[in-house]
C-alpha cells in the first residue's frame, strides 16, 4: 500500500477543477443514473459486462426485490464517461472501476469510502481477496472499492519445442528462460525463442520488480534509472541484440506464431490466452502448457490487473449498493462471470470451484499468490506511456540504455511532480 498516499497527494488539475462539481447531484434519474429510490439501482459496466453479467442482476432482483437498470460502457470511451460523471455529479450508483483508475477517481471525490461496510461486513473482508487486488482498494487507510475480477500474467510455452532444448517443464528462471530462447531462435533464419511485446506497460517494470527494483519509491521519487531497474531492461534488450527476441511485432496471428512450427514458443500474458489458443491452435494439442514466471534475481512476482466494485459517491442509495456489490462478489455470482467472461475472481476461496481446477487455469491462482499491482497512482497513465516510448526507442531503435531510462526517470518525476 505504499503508493496510495503518494497517489492522494498528486490530485491532477483535471480532478481538481471537476471535484467543485462533484458535490452537487441532480437527483431526478438521467439515463439510468441517480434515481434517487431504493428499488432500482443504476450500475455502468465496461465492455460488454452488462451481457455478461445480465444473469448475476437476474439472481440479485429475485432474492431482493431490488431492480438493476445496467448500462454497458466501451473500454474506449469509459474515462471520459467517467470525467463527465464527476463533473456532473450524476453518476450510478455501482461502477465497475479498471484498477488502474482508482487513485484518479478517488482523488476526486468521485468514490463513496466505503470503510465501514468493510471493516463490518464479513463477506466484504478485505481477508476475502488476493492482496494485491485490495491494494489497489484502499488509499490512505480507507477502502473505496471491493475487487471484483483479477488477471496476473504467466509463461506459455510449447513443450514439445521446450523439451528439444532441455526445457520440458519450461525455463525456472531468468539463465534458463535466455538460454532455452537462443537455443529455440537457433533453429533458422525467422525463428525466435522468447515474445517481447513492445506496447505492454507493465512487461519491463514487472522484470525489474524481480530484479529488487521499485518504480516510485514511498518517497514519491522515480527509480526507474537505478541499476535494478537498468539491469532489468538490459536484460530483455539482450534478448532482441542475439536475435532470439524479434525487435518488433511480427503481425501475425497466435495460430501462426505459437501453433504449427512455433515461430515464438515462449511468451507471457494473462488467462484469457488459454481459449485464444485452444480455439485457435488445434493442431498443437497437447503440446502446449502455462507455468508461473521464471525467477528473476530477486523474485518471480507478476503483475496484477482487473477491476473493483464501488459505490459513487452521490448515490441516494449506498446500503443497497453494497448489498449489490455483496452479491456480485459473492462465489456463486463469480462463477457465473467466469463462465461467460473467463474473467478470474479476485474472491479467493472461489479458486476451491472446480473450473479452476485445470491444470493451466489453477497455474494462474498460483502466480496471483506473488503478483503486485503497477503504481496507484492518479499519474500512471501518462507514466507508463512515457516507459513504453522509451522502451520502444531502445528494442527497436537500439537507443543507449542507461541514457534513454535517464531521460524517461526525468519526465516521470515531472509527471509525478
Known amino acids: 500500500m505504499k503508493f496510495n498516499k503518494l497517489a492522494l497527494g498528486t490530485t491532477s488539475l483535471v480532478a481538481m477543477s471537476l471535484l467543485a462539481a462533484c458535490g452537487s447531484s441532480d437527483d431526478s434519474a438521467s439515463d439510468g443514473s441517480g434515481e434517487g429510490s431504493s428499488d432500482t439501482l443504476s450500475v455502468w459496466v465496461m465492455g460488454d459486462g ?11 432482483t429475485e432474492e431482493t426485490g431490488i431492480e438493476v437498470n445496467a448500462q ?10 467517467l470525467l463527465t460523471a464527476v463533473a456532473s455529479g450524476e453518476g450510478p450508483d455501482v461502477v465497475q472501476m479498471g484498477s488502474t483508475y482508482m487513485a484518479e477517481f478517488v482523488d476526486a471525490g468521485a468514490l463513496m469510502d466505503i470503510t465501514e461496510y468493510v471493516e463490518s461486513e464479513e463477506e466484504l473482508s478485505t481477508d476475502n481477496f488476493f492482496e494485491g487486488n485490495v491494494e489497489t482498494t484502499v488509499f490512505d487507510e480507507n477502502y473505496y472499492a471491493v475487487p471484483w475480477y483479477t488477471e496476473t500474467r504467466a509463461l506459455y510455452y510449447r513443450t514439445d519445442l521446450l523439451e528439444e532444448v532441455g526445457y520440458p517443464e519450461g525455463p525456472s528462471n531468468w539463465d534458463e528462460l ?3 530462447a537462443t537455443k529455440l531462435s537457433d533453429r533458422g533464419d525467422d525463428y525466435y525463442g ?42 530483455l534488450n539482450s534478448f532482441v541484440e542475439s536475435g532470439a527476441s524479434p525487435s518488433q511485432d511480427l503481425g501475425i496471428e497466435i495460430s501462426q506464431s505459437f501453433g504449427g512450427e512455433g ?14 489458443i485452444q480455439d485457435q491452435t488445434t493442431d498443437i494439442e497437447g503440446k ?24 459513487w459517491n452521490n448515490s441516494d442509495n ?11 462478489t459473492s462465489t456463486d455470482s463469480m462463477l457465473t462471470y467466469y463462465e461467460n467472461s473467463s474473467s478470474l475472481p479476485a474472491r479467493m476461496a472461489t479458486w476451491d470451484e472446480e473450473p479452476f481446477q485445470d491444470e493451466n487455469v489453477a497455474v494462474f491462482g498460483e502466480q496471483l499468490e506473488n503478483s503486485e499491482h503497477m503504481p496507484v497512482i492518479a499519474e500512471w497513465d501518462r507514466v507508463s506511456q512515457a516507459y513504453i516510448t522509451s522502451f520502444e526507442q531502445i528494442i527497436v531503435g537500439g537507443a543507449d ?17
Open 318 to 328: 449506498p446500503d443497497e449498493a453494497i448489498q449489490l456489490i455483496e452479491h456480485m
Open 263 to 276: 515461430i515464438n514458443p515462449m511468451f507471457i500474458s494473462g488467462p484469457w490466452m488459454i481459449s485464444a
Open 50 to 60: 452488462n451481457e455478461v453479467t445480465q444473469p448475476i442482476f437476474d439472481s440479485f
Open 401 to 417: 540504455v542507461q541514457e534513454t531510462l535517464d531521460n524517461l526517470n526525468q519526465e516521470v518525476q515531472t509527471i509525478i511532480d
Open 178 to 180: 535466455y538460454d532455452a
Open 288 to 311: 502446449w502448457a502455462v507455468r508461473t514466471l521464471p525467477e528473476g534475481p530477486v523474485s518471480n512476482v507478476s503483475n496484477t490487473g482487473g477491476a473493483n466494485l464501488a459505490v
Open 72 to 81: 454497458s460502457i466501451p473500454w474506449s470511451a469509459v474515462h471520459d464517461r
Open 194 to 235: 522468447f515474445t517481447i511485446p513492445l506496447n505492454e506497460q507493465t512487461f519491463g517494470p514487472m522484470f525489474a520488480k524481480q530484479n529488487g527494483s521499485e518504480i516510485i519509491d514511498d518517497e514519491g521519487k522515480a527509480v526507474m534509472n537505478e541499476p535494478e531497474f537498468v539491469e532489468a531492461i538490459d536484460y
